[in-house]
């Protein structure tokens, strides 16, 4: 009878071919000992003084207390475990926004389609089927694009631009889920902020959007500065600057786009600092993106061929805030990694918000700013009393100030300063804005516009006499220079001491509309006397060695 057939052992496998017989023993080799099954031998009684330990666990027992330690740790760890969920979950949903192979329009990220006219990214459908048949649809501008190209304001952004929002329109927000995927990104970060507007654009929660990962700090529109201004002073200033606002970044680099002042430093630190990732280009609103990508690429091209290539599709420029609709991609680097220009984060606290459309290029200065002076001189009236008005965006009310005390106004040399009395101020302001003070423009935004809705009261103490007190700081506008006895005096026997109050306090309220923020900052070291009133910073070698260096 075959063994393999048995009925009792159906479970078990034998080998088709019996095994060899084991060798003869050698003479030579010692006889194997037998193994022989031996009963287990009876317990005894430890002696007295052996002790008696606890039996060795069973696999039974073994098994069970590990199941038994898993569920403790489990109930211990639910809620750490269900937070690591939930930021696995976030983080899915963050990658998911990242820009996928969809072809988009390469002056303004915006998803080509052929289905609604007045919405960004339309493509006339015969352009786009033939582009599509070519393989040619990165090269392909939408009807937007074209418009801003040749001057026209067309904003996209719904509630920003004077424009409530529709389904042509996307919103703040949803430009703020765009960029939400970075913070999962390993990429390097070039975050903008514009000079004029240092404390509107800074972007203050930019880890928001960046992560943990590296920020290379550029300081666009340089060039804007008054005449004989020391970039080592505004350097410096503006470390400090980011020190107290507790950003740490790799660098600051002052630069301008137009006249390419330190472009080439920052492309230098990023070529060192890339290490392979892509490089994303962030920054509010109108801060200059995709001004400085140009640059960028301007001056690269000269040593990398792909750098002069991309020059031929990059992304347009405009004064209306949200140009770039979604990320644009860019091959510029010839070692490897890309780079993204990325839509501008909408600020509502900026005046660009509150304006029309069709404003918005009065307040982008085009030359250098030159500070306008009130008063001039000290045969010109007090401003005690009095109300200055910038335009039809901001008043200052002075209620207490020294006879010499002077406010310097730095900004777009379109909007004109007017001073009144305060007791006239009111009646002024309702004749005369859409009129004489402009923006808005125009008495039909005139009549829309809701006012100087917003006030703060501000009370400024100063302790030295020889340099500006502070700067009041216009989010999205400029900024004015406080300075206790900016007036020069004609008189040889005046007396600094007389004209100085014992509590030294100027007293101001400053109206603006509503949600647009007033800062007041440290002065910014402007024109050719701040050299000599700016005081640098004393420091010990540590702190040297932690702050973040500036380059020019």
Known sequence: MNPMASPHLPFLSFPQTPPPPPPPPSPLASPRPLALHRAPALPTRPPDDAGAGPAAPTRGDRFLGRQVAAEAAARVLAPDDAERRQRRKDKRRALARKPSGLASCYGCGAPLHTAEEAAPGYVDPATYELKKRHHQLRTVLCARCKLLSHGHMVTAVGGHGGYPGGKQFVSAEELREKLSYLRH??????????????????????????????????????????????????????????????????????????????VTGVISEIQQEKKGRDVYILGSANVGKSAFISALLRTMAYKDPVAAAAQKYKPIQSAVPGTTLGPIEIEAFLGGGKLYDTPGVHLHHRQAAVIHADDLPSLAPQSRLKGRCFP???????????????????????????????????????????????????????????????????????????????????????????????????????????????????????????????????????????????????????????????????????EEELRPKWHY
Do not use: M
């Open 185 to 262: 990104e390993k990429a390097l970060i070039v975050k903008l902020v514009d000079i004029v507007d240092f404390n509107g654009s800074f972007l203050a929660r930019v880890r928001d959007f960046a992560g943990a990962n590296p920020i290379i700090l550029v300081i666009t529109k340089v060039d804007l500065l008054p005449r004989d201004t020391d970039l080592n002073c505004i350097g410096d200033w503006v470390v400090e600057s980011v020190v107290k606002k507790k950003l740490n970044v790799l660098s600051v680099h002052l630069t301008s786009s137009k006249s390419l002042v330190g």
């Open 376 to 542: 001039a001189n000290d045969t010109d009236v007090e401003l005690s009393g009095n109300s200055l008005f910038w335009a039809g965006l901001v008043r200052i009310d002075v209620v207490k100030a020294l006879p010499r005390t002077r406010l310097t106004f730095y900004g777009p040399k379109k909007l004109k300063v007017n001073v009144v009395r305060t007791t006239e101020a009111d009646q002024f302001y309702k004749t005369e804005v859409g009129v004489t003070l402009t923006p808005p423009t125009g008495t039909e935004r005139a009549e829309g516009w809701a006012g100087l809705q917003g006030v703060r009261e501000l009370k400024i103490k100063y302790e030295e006499l020889d340099r500006p007190a502070c700067d009041i700081a216009i989010s999205g506008l400029g900024w004015i220079s406080v300075e206790p006895l900016g007036v020069p005096s004609n008189s040889a026997d005046s007396n600094v001491e007389e004209e100085c109050d014992d509590d030294s306090e100027l007293h101001l309220i400053v109206h603006v509309p509503k949600p647009v923020e007033v800062f007041v900052r440290p002065p910014l070291p402007v024109g050719k006397a701040a050299s000599q009133w700016y005081r640098y910073q004393e420091l010990t070698e540590e």
